[in-house]
């Protein structure tokens, strides 16, 4: 009965993360549709600063496209659609709330991860580092992420400034301050790695926290 009932929440809890993970990608092609639409208006604009010569309403209209596009642009192209699609919606996410991201992502088109598994890895990652960073003052606010080919292994790092000083450890997890769903999702993601026969390491040092994660691959994926 309590495996049943195990197994239903984690179910209900990934698909309350997919719906979470699918409204913020479609959030941002939204705006990048919405943007397109709205050039034609932006060039009709400028030429007529232009015919009246005010450089100085141009150079200002130019600065604010610049803004405004930033926060639609796909950031990151790693090569494989899923995983771009995933990283640039959370980019996306972690710039709204004025969190700057260090991207570096390369991956293959195949992987041996379904989307439901890398959106509960990379989703539920990208998360707590949002939300670790939530606390401290702007200008720390900062994420690192590193994904790329190992050999024969796919290495994803994760890298957050936190506030205070080292998580408190029990046993091999690290205590959750939220606990909730939050531990549920550190769960999700070991299980996930579990299964594909990875590894996982997760280090909290004063003011920053690491998971560092590896996947097999398979030949034919590289």
């Not at 929440?9 to 997919?18: D, F, H, N, T």
């Not at 992987?111 to 598994?117: E, I, M, Q, T």
């Not at 994420?143 to 046993?171: A, C, E, H, P």
Request: charged share 30%; proline share 2%; glycine share 8%.
């Amino acid at each position: 009965m309590l495996g049943k009932r195990a197994n239903r929440r984690i179910e209900a809890y990934q698909s309350e993360l997919l719906k979470t993970h699918f409204l913020e990608v479609d959030n941002m092609y939204r705006k990048m549709r919405g943007w397109r639409h709205d050039y034609r208006n932006h060039i009709q604009v400028l030429k007529s600063y232009t015919d009246k010569g005010d450089l100085a309403a141009i150079s200002e209209y130019l600065d604010e496209l610049e803004r405004d596009l930033y926060t639609v642009d796909t950031v990151i192209k790693t090569g494989n659609p899923m995983t771009d699609a995933i990283l640039n919606s959370k980019i996306a996410l972690a710039n709204d709330r004025k969190i700057k991201v260090e991207a570096d992502a390369h991956i293959p088109v195949l992987l041996p991860v379904s989307a439901v598994d890398l959106c509960t890895i990379l989703g539920n990652l990208f998360d707590n580092a949002i939300e670790a960073c939530g606390s401290l003052p702007e200008e720390s606010r900062v994420i690192r992420v590193y994904i790329d080919l190992k050999g024969n292994q796919l290495y994803i790092s994760f890298l957050n400034f936190t506030s205070g000083g080292k998580l408190k450890k029990i046993g091999n997890v690290f205590k959750s301050t939220k606990g909730g769903e939050h531990g549920l999702g550190l769960g999700r993601i070991d299980d996930v790695v579990k299964r594909l026969g990875g590894y996982i390491s997760r280090n909290s040092e004063e003011g920053a926290f690491t998971t560092e994660i590896l996947l097999p691959v398979r030949e034919n994926e590289k």
